[in-house]
């Protein structure tokens, strides 16, 4: 253990006095959620806290609504230790049923209006992120080292053409003064309250973003036959999108989804184009230029067929969260003795993605998953536990996290971050 027994009583104590700022920060961030690149508020009210903890810089605007708070130790260390919060929330229509539940429909946002909810716990991590600030800075003269606070936007991805995201960040030169030795996080999950969940090796997937574009020709619906109707192409490919998963090997997961159709005109009109907007995500990132190939043979030749064109554009590319088992090694420890052996399990690998990949890959680290939910684990299941509210994924309007369940979060953060600070240098 590399931290003193007095550092540990003292960053306990932090914890107690800061949770129940913790929880209304929570609260206020749910109520009030952005989309993508919109952060303003969010990033408003972020810096503000950071503020408020004291900390010696707080950088503002950078890839749009990024947010990074530096703490210096008071202790010689060359140490860096980065936590990573992410701040966008997701157009969704909240159902959680909590009495601080999001309201907020945005009217202007491409593609909208909106309903917007953090339907995938950024609040959680944006909550426990500013908390963990409060408590290391209370405790700064005991550290040696630098400590980043990271708030990052952007990460479900930006709209349209936008720039944004972790590699945004990365761009803007977040980290180049001073540059992280570490990169944690964690992702709050349907898993049970305060189990941690990791893997090693690739724990989330390769990704990116496809647009494809069918084009035909537009005329009024009572001549269809004076006009090409890409309509039908678009739906011939968003049903045979469920095949390319047979083009790759059947033990490396992987899906091809459309989630947002775009069209023109209305009811009694043949458009022009229709627009497919939708996700590719693989385990092993050696198969997305299979599986992008494969779509984009699939998008023209079915296009082909009624008549049509498709244009077919991958963007947004983001890698897969590798947790080596070098750090895990490193973190989990830690870990451990803020849960306990027994709620620290291995989890499969998952297709979800999160742009955090971009920032262990540049600096190394670890990014967890951390259960704050009403269930339990029987065998290899997730099951709601009898008298609970039951399980609600990640994007889901029922998604919910127990308050309760971030204490233990915050002190995951803290000891992690004092522990990598206080290491022996090598």
């Excluded at 494969?294 to 064109?309: Q, V």
């Excluded at 979060?409 to 206080?422: F, K, N, P, Y």
Aim: a negative charge.
């Amino acid at each position: 253990m590399n931290v003193a027994d007095g550092l540990l009583d003292a960053l306990e104590q932090q914890v107690v006095q800061v949770t129940d700022d913790m929880v209304a920060w929570r609260h206020h961030l749910h109520a009030h959620p952005e989309l993508s690149n919109r952060e303003e508020q969010t990033a408003a009210f972020v810096a503000d806290r950071l503020r408020g903890a004291g900390l010696d810089e707080v950088r503002t605007g950078i890839a749009g609504h990024g947010v990074v708070g530096v703490l210096r130790g008071g202790l010689p260390g060359s140490r860096v230790a980065a936590l990573r919060a992410d701040m966008d929330a997701l157009p969704v229509l909240e159902e959680s049923a909590v009495g601080f539940a999001s309201k907020v429909v945005d009217e202007a946002y491409p593609g909208g209006p909106f309903p917007v909810a953090h339907a995938c716990g950024h609040d959680c991590h944006m909550a426990t992120a500013l908390a963990a600030a409060h408590v290391l800075a209370a405790v700064r003269d005991r550290l040696p080292g630098t400590v980043l606070f990271v708030f990052q936007p952007a990460e479900e991805g930006p709209p349209g053409d936008e720039p944004g995201g972790a590699r945004a960040m990365l761009d803007a030169g977040a980290f180049d003064d001073p540059v992280p030795t570490m990169v944690f996080g964690r992702h709050v999950s349907p898993l049970p309250r305060g189990v941690v969940g990791y893997r090693a090796g690739h724990q989330y997937a390769a990704s990116c973003r496809v647009r494809i574009t069918v084009e035909g020709r537009q005329t009024h619906g009572s001549t269809p036959w004076l006009g090409i109707d890409p309509l039908p192409a678009a739906a011939e490919i968003i049903a045979a999108t469920g095949q390319i998963y047979r083009q790759v090997p059947a033990y490396n997961p992987i899906t091809v989804s459309i989630g947002h159709v775009e069209d023109q005109g209305r009811f009694n009109i043949v458009g022009e184009r229709v627009t497919l907007w939708g996700t590719t995500r693989c385990i092993e990132p050696g198969d997305m230029a299979t599986v992008q190939a494969n779509l984009r043979r699939l998008a023209e030749h079915h296009a082909a067929a009624y008549g049509c064109t498709a244009t077919v554009v991958f963007d947004q590319d983001v890698p897969p969260v590798d947790n080596t088992e070098e750090w895990l090694a490193r973190v989990l420890p830690a870990v451990r003795r803020v849960v306990g052996r027994d709620r620290v399990v291995e989890v499969p690998p998952t297709l979800g993605y999160d742009d955090v990949s971009v920032f262990t890959a540049a600096f190394g680290g670890v990014y967890l998953i951390y259960g704050v939910q009403d269930t339990e684990v029987v065998g290899s299941e997730i099951v709601p536990l009898p008298d609970g509210r039951g399980i609600a994924p990640n994007h889901s309007p029922r998604f919910y996290a127990d308050d309760a369940a971030l204490v233990d979060c915050l002190r995951i953060h803290v000891r992690v971050l004092a522990e990598h600070l206080h290491a022996q240098e090598g």
